[in-house]
Every structure is written in structure tokens, then in C-alpha cells.
């Protein structure tokens, strides 16, 4: 079992809706960081948690530390949050295990 | 504020041989991260360089290793180059040692081992 576990792998939404993706994980954190990568590869950071719920613009993270789970939500979805989502969790020694990601399409 | 930058954007090498990767932090930030991506593997940890140290690395064999310069920069060199080697190698740079400290990355060197 992998230590860090997204859901979906995949997910097709309609311009509009609105998007959950699920991250558990098995392992103690010092942080839960969401990031997203486009199709040429590179990474942005969109959140960083150790605890709570944290919005930027239409996005919105939240953790539950003892349930080792979090949720990303996007509002509102549209074509160009097509992507895919990263769920990793860090430790103390600076390594960061990361999910297997989720790919989203979201159709005009 | 330059973000972080990697060169070369695309590197092909022969089995056999050596690779070097360059990454320069963003300004301010003393810790640099590196990462490979191979196809269909997921994002693996490599190593962690802070202050001109390494920090941890990750389950990889010693053929891959690198360093920090004074100026933060890092090189990631993999030497014996083997074909499943070939991967997206990912740099990121934070401000200092805390591990709650945000990840910013860079666009990425694609290496291919031919």
C-alpha cells in the first residue's frame, strides 16, 4: 500500500462544477503540500497545510490531522484548471512522498 | 523575482555516460530539493541540499549525487548513465531548513538516455 493515496486517478467535470480530490496518507507529516503540473511538465505550489483549511481564489484545501486526510475543492471549475493534481506529504528530514496524482479534464 | 531555473531544459545522453543538471534557487532561499519523475513512476525524492550540505537523499544508488555551491546553486550529476535513468528531474528551492517551509519548483530538465 502506497503511503500517500489519491482519488480519483482521474476525473472529467463540465465547466461549472464543482471538484473534490481526496488525499490519505499512512505516514506522520510536518506538512501536506498540493501542487499542480501542467502537460509540459512543470510544478506549481498551490498549497502548503499543517492544519486547517486554507483558500486561494477558487481553490480551497482543507486537512484533518487525525483522520491523515485532505481535500482539494475547486469552485466554479474551468478548461484551464485542466491539469494534474499532486497530493505530498513532508517530513522532518526534507523528503516530500508523493501521491500518484490526479488527472483533471474540465470540458468547456 | 526570478523564480527557480534549471538548465539544460533538455539533455540526451548514450548509456554509459555522465550527466550534470543545474539549478539555481530563487533568491533569499537556501535549501535546494531534487526530484526525478520517470514515466509512469510518480515524483521520488533524490536529495536535499542545504547551506552547502546534504541534508537526506532519497532510495536512490550513489551514481547519483550532487552539490551545492556558496551561492546556493546546485548541480545533480548522474554518472553510468543507465537507459531507465531517463526521466523529468525536477529542482525546487524553500527558505531555509524548516520543513514547513513552501516548495517552489522549477520548470524541470528532461533527461533522455538513449
Known amino acids: 500500500k502506497n503511503e500517500v493515496e489519491q482519488s480519483p486517478q482521474n476525473l472529467t467535470a463540465q465547466e461549472g462544477e464543482f471538484i473534490t480530490i481526496n488525499c490519505s496518507y499512512s505516514v506522520g507529516i510536518s506538512a501536506l503540500h498540493w501542487l499542480q503540473q501542467h502537460p509540459g511538465g512543470g510544478i506549481v505550489s498551490l498549497f502548503m497545510l499543517s492544519s486547517g483549511k486554507k483558500k486561494h481564489g477558487r481553490l480551497i484545501a482543507t486537512i484533518n490531522i487525525q483522520e491523515k486526510h485532505s481535500s482539494l475543492h475547486i469552485t466554479a471549475s474551468h478548461p484551464r484548471d485542466s491539469a494534474v493534481y499532486i497530493c505530498?506529504?513532508?517530513?522532518?528530514?526534507?523528503?516530500?512522498?508523493f501521491g500518484k496524482g490526479t488527472k483533471l479534464s474540465v470540458k468547456p | 523575482e526570478a523564480g527557480v531555473t534549471q538548465s539544460p531544459t533538455h539533455l540526451i545522453k548514450t548509456r554509459g555516460q555522465q550527466a550534470t543538471l543545474r539549478c539555481s534557487p530563487i533568491?533569499?532561499?537556501?535549501?535546494v530539493y531534487w526530484y526525478q519523475q520517470a514515466l509512469g513512476l510518480g515524483l521520488q525524492f533524490l536529495l536535499w541540499?542545504?547551506?552547502?550540505?546534504?541534508?537526506n537523499r532519497g532510495n536512490f544508488p550513489p551514481r547519483f549525487s550532487g552539490r551545492q555551491f556558496p551561492n546556493y546553486s546546485s548541480e545533480l550529476n548522474v554518472n553510468a548513465l543507465e537507459l531507465e535513468d531517463s526521466a523529468l528531474y525536477l529542482c525546487a528551492s524553500s527558505v531555509g531548513l524548516a520543513s514547513t517551509n513552501e516548495r517552489f519548483f522549477g520548470p524541470g530538465t528532461r533527461l533522455t538516455v538513449l
Open positions: 533568491s533569499g532561499h537556501t535549501s
Open positions: 541540499y542545504d547551506e552547502g550540505e546534504e541534508r
Open positions: 505530498a506529504v513532508g517530513g522532518s528530514q526534507g523528503n516530500l512522498i
